[in-house]
């Protein structure tokens, strides 16, 4: 089933991408290179969050890194 999911992300990845490709000029090769990474980077994300739901997410990571220092500048 999680085969289902990972492709209605990709679906809806190329759907976004036939949209705004076009709209994008020719001229603008750093946009369109911004582009293909964030939206490759959304789809490997998804696909990651797909198999892994129960993933860490960044409030976890600041609050081990700053946690010590809080205890330390406790009274």
Known sequence: ???????????VAILITLYE???IEKEQKREK???????TGSVILGIVLVYFPDM???TQLVEAIFKPLGKLLEP
């Open 33 to 39: 290179k911004v582009f293909v990474v964030l939206t």
């Open 56 to 58: 860490p997410g960044p």
């Open 21 to 23: 490709w076009p709209k």
């Open 1 to 11: 089933m999680k085969w289902l999911m990972v492709l209605g992300i990709v679906a």
